[in-house]
Nanobody, 126 residues
Framework: QVQLVESGGGLVQAGGSLRLSCAGS????????MGWYRQAPGKEREFVAG????????FYADSVKGRFTISRDNAKNTVYLDINNLKPEDTAVYYC???????????????????WGQGTQVTVSS
């Protein structure tokens, strides 16, 4: 069973940067994809970025392209989300997710992920 633990959130001024980490653990850690989602107060959870574990191919929501970078360290079973030029509208709880099986779904489709972390709060002050 895969377990995910996020870290790196916090309070940041607008224009600043953060690196979120998501460490995966579990016997025979084997996944097809990982992704980052976020949920702002009063809003639905939305896809931010995804990465194919084997190849490192990346996918982004249009709203974050150019500011967010997803990457992974296979040896550490860890996925990262680098966020630059933070804006107040980036304030949200950020969740990482792992999908063990290729269901043929798009990376932005939450049904493609079967394990979720507990989330880490990112607050951007103006």
């Amino acid at each position: 069973q895969v377990q995910l633990v996020e870290s790196g959130g916090g309070l940041v001024q607008a224009g600043g940067s953060l690196r979120l980490s998501c460490a995966g653990s579990g016997r025979a850690f084997s996944i097809y994809r990982m992704g980052w989602y976020r949920q702002a107060p009063g809003k639905e959870r939305e896809f931010v970025a995804g990465i194919k574990w084997s190849s490192g191919s990346t996918f982004y929501a249009d709203s974050v392209k150019g500011r967010f970078t997803i990457s992974r360290d296979n040896a550490k079973n860890t996925v990262y989300l680098d966020i630059n030029n933070l804006k107040p509208e980036d304030t949200a709880v950020y969740y990482c997710a792992a999908g063990r099986i290729n269901y043929g779904l798009q990376f932005y489709d939450a049904r493609a992920y079967d394990t979720w972390g507990q989330g880490t709060q990112v607050t951007v002050s103006s």
